[in-house]
C-alpha cells in the first residue's frame, strides 16, 4: 500500500502539467493565474505534512491513510467538473492538498517503522521508483489524456483508482492497536506511536496556523512579485469588483506578504522551540537540526525541490507553444526520463548498499546538473526528440539516484521513535521547495519573456504601429501564450510568430540554466554530509516476509 499510496499522490504533480497550454486557452486566462493551481497544491501538502503525520501517528495509519484518499478523490471529482479557475484551484489545490497531505506521511511511516539496513534501502528505493516513475510519467498520461479525451480526465482517473486504493489500505494496513496489547510498546505492523489518550499530546493548533500563514504568503510574493511590483506597486490587487491593494499604496503587495511571512515564520520558530523546552509535543523538533545529516540534508532537500521541476514544468510549455507539438506528442517525448527514473532508482539502491547513500546522492546530483545545463544548451525553435533525448536520460537517471536515497540519508542520525516527526519535516521541505521553484521558474519564464518579446516587437520595422501596439498589449496581459493579433497581415503574423517563439526559447533557457544552478548548489552542500551507511538490524530481518510485502503491495 506504501507505493500504492505514493503513486496517486506523485502522478497527481505532474500530471496537470502537459495540460497547462489547454486550460489557459479553454478557461481564458494566464500562466501567472493558472499556476496557483500548481503553487496551491503544493503550499497545501507542504503546509499540511507534519500535522498528517501527526493525526497517523494519533489515530492510525490505515485511518488517515483512507480519510486522505477520500478527500483526495472529492478534490479530484469538483477539479473534474471545474468551469473556472477558482473551482479549479478548490478542487486541486485546497481540497486535493489535503487528502495528499494526510496520505504521504502514512506511506512513508509504513516503510520506516518496518525496515532496517540493507532492507530499508531497498525499501526507499522501490517507493522512490514508484513516486518518481509516477511523477515523470505524468506527463505522458496527461497527454494521451488530453489529446484523445479531454484535460478533465487527468483528474477523473484519481475518482475512479481511490476506490481501489481504499479497499487495498482496508486489506493491508495494519489497523491501530492500543498499547496494552502491545506489551507497552507499538509494535511492527502498526502505527509508529499508539500510545494512550493520557500521554498523546494535543495537536499544535496555533504551530499550524502559523506555518501555513507564513508560507502562503511568502509563495504568493515569488510568485506575484513580477506581477504586482517587488517593491513599488505597480498593478491593482483585487479580487471581483473588491479592490484588496490599490497602486496608491506606499509599498507594493508582494513586499508586504514576504515582510509579514518572514515575521511569522520567526514567531513559528520561536513558539515552536518553546513547545520542545516543554516537552508539550511541538510541530517540528528543532534540535533535530543540531545532526549534520538532518540539517545538511534538508538543506539539500529544498534545493533540489527548487530546481528539479524546472524541466517538466517548462518543457510542456516549450514544446506546445513553442515547436507546436500536441499534448500527447508531448507527454511521448518526455517519457524516456520516466524510464530513467525507474532505472536510476534501483541502480541507486544497488549502489547505495555498495558505496554509502551519501556518494549516491552526490553522484545523482551532478548527473542532473549536466543534464539541465545539457537541455538549456540545446534549446531552439527547432528542437528535435534526439537532441532532447540525453538530457531527459540524465536528469532522470541523476535525479532518481540522490532522491531515492536522501531521505535514508536525513534519517540517518535520528532517534528511532523520532523518525516519524523527521519524516515529516523532510517532505515538507521538498514540497516548500516544489512550491517556491514553481514560483521562482514561472516568474523567471514570464518576466524573461516579456522582456525579450518587447524588445523585438520594438526593435521590428517590418511591423505597424498598429500591430506592435496590439503584439505589445497581448505580453502584457497573457505572457507566454501570447498569440497573433487578428488585425495584422500574413506577413506581420509570420513575424510575430517568430517573434513569440524566440522570445518563449529566451525564457525558457533561463528557468532551466536557473534550476541547474540549484543543483549545483545542492552538490555544494552535499560536502558537508557526514558519511553514512546503512546499519543492519538483525532483529528486524525476522520479521515475515508476507507483512513486509503487504505493506508495499
Known amino acids: 500500500m506504501a507505493c500504492a499510496g505514493v503513486a496517486i499522490v506523485a502522478l497527481d504533480t505532474t500530471i496537470l502539467n502537459v495540460s497547462i497550454p489547454t486550460i489557459i486557452r479553454d478557461f481564458h486566462t494566464s500562466l501567472p493565474s493558472l499556476q496557483w493551481v ?6 497545501t501538502f507542504a503546509a499540511l505534512l507534519i500535522i498528517g503525520g501527526r493525526l497517523g ?19 479530484s471529482l469538483i477539479a473534474g467538473l471545474s468551469q473556472n479557475v477558482a473551482q479549479l484551484v478548490l478542487g486541486e489545490a485546497v481540497i486535493e492538498g489535503i487528502g495528499a497531505s494526510l496520505m504521504l506521511p502514512c506511506t512513508l511511516a509504513t516503510i520506516t517503522t518496518t525496515f532496517e539496513g540493507d532492507d530499508r534501502v531497498k525499501a526507499f528505493g522501490l517507493w522512490g521508483a514508484v513516486s518518481g516513475a509516477s511523477a515523470a510519467l505524468g506527463p505522458v498520461v496527461g497527454g494521451l489524456l488530453t489529446s484523445n479525451a479531454s484535460w478533465r480526465w487527468s483528474f477523473g482517473l484519481n475518482v475512479i483508482v481511490v476506490p481501489f486504493a481504499i479497499v487495498g489500505a482496508m486489506r493491508f494496513m495494519e489497523p491501530p492497536v ?126 533540489i525541490s527548487i530546481g528539479q521541476l524546472a524541466v517538466s514544468f517548462i518543457l510542456p510549455i516549450l514544446l506546445q507553444d513553442g515547436r507546436h507539438l500536441s499534448p500527447q506528442i508531448n507527454g511521448l517525448w518526455q517519457l524516456p526520463s520516466g524510464v530513467s527514473v525507474i532505472i536510476g532508482s534501483q541502480l541507486g539502491s544497488r549502489l547505495a548498499i555498495r558505496l554509502g547513500p ?36 540524465l536528469c532522470g537517471l541523476g535525479l532518481a539516484c540522490c532522491l531515492t536515497q536522501l531521505t535514508n540519508v536525513i534519517l540517518a542520525e535520528v532517534d528511532r521513535e523520532k523518525s516519524g ?35 523585438a516587437i520594438h526593435a521590428d520595422d517590418g511591423l505597424s504601429v498598429q ?53 549545483i548548489i545542492g552538490l555544494l552542500i552535499s560536502a558537508r554530509l557526514p558519511t553514512v551507511r546503512p546499519t543492519p538490524d538483525r532483529s528486524r530481518r525476522r520479521r515475515s516476509a508476507q507483512l513486509r510485502a503487504d505493506h508495499l503491495a
Open 38 to 43: 500548481i503553487t496551491g497544491y503544493s503550499l
Open 57 to 75: 501517528d494519533m489515530f492510525g495509519l490505515r485511518r488517515i491513510f483512507i480519510v486522505g484518499a477520500s478527500l483526495f478523490g472529492l478534490g
Open 178 to 303: 492500543p498499547r496494552a496489547a502491545a506489551g507497552g510498546r507499538s509494535f511492527s505492523g502498526s502505527s509508529p506511536s499508539m500510545v494512550s489518550a493520557k500521554t498523546r499530546h494535543p495537536l499544535d493548533l496555533r504551530g499550524a496556523a502559523m506555518i501555513g500563514t507564513g508560507m502562503f504568503l511568502l509563495v504568493f510574493a515569488l510568485s506575484e512579485g513580477a506581477t504586482y511590483g517587488w517593491l513599488v506597486p505597480v498593478r491593482n490587487l483585487s479580487i471581483g469588483h473588491v479592490l484588496l491593494w490599490p497602486t496608491s499604496m506606499p509599498l507594493s503587495v508582494a513586499a508586504a506578504a514576504a515582510a509579514i511571512s518572514v515575521g511569522t515564520l520567526a514567531c513559528f520558530v520561536v513558539h515552536e522551540m518553546s513547545m520542545e523546552n516543554r516537552a508539550a509535543g511541538p510541530l517540528v523538533e528543532f534540535s533535530q537540526f543540531m545532526r549534520p545529516a538532518f540539517r545538511v540534508g534538508l538543506g539539500m532537500m529544498l534545493a
Open 358 to 393: 551519501v556518494a549516491v546522492v552526490r553522484l545523482g546530483l551532478a548527473g542532473g546538473s549536466i543534464g539541465f545545463v545539457y537541455i538549456a544548451w540545446v534549446l531552439n525553435d527547432e528542437l528535435s526528440f534526439l537532441q532532447l533525448l540525453p538530457g531527459l536520460i
Open 421 to 455: 516527526a523527521a519524516s515529516g519535516i523532510s517532505n515538507t521541505s521538498k514540497q516548500i521547495g516544489q512550491a517556491i521553484g514553481i514560483a521562482l521558474i514561472s516568474a523567471l519564464l514570464t518576466s524573461r519573456f516579456a522582456a525579450a518579446a518587447t524588445s
Open 467 to 519: 500591430a506592435q501596439s496590439e503584439a505589445l498589449q497581448a505580453v502584457r496581459t497573457v505572457g507566454v501564450a501570447s498569440g497573433v493579433p487578428p488585425d495584422v497581415t500574413s506577413r506581420e503574423a509570420t513575424r510575430l510568430g517568430r517573434l513569440y517563439v524566440d522570445a518563449l526559447v529566451s525564457g525558457s533557457r533561463a528557468a532551466l540554466l536557473f534550476g541547474g544552478a540549484v543543483l
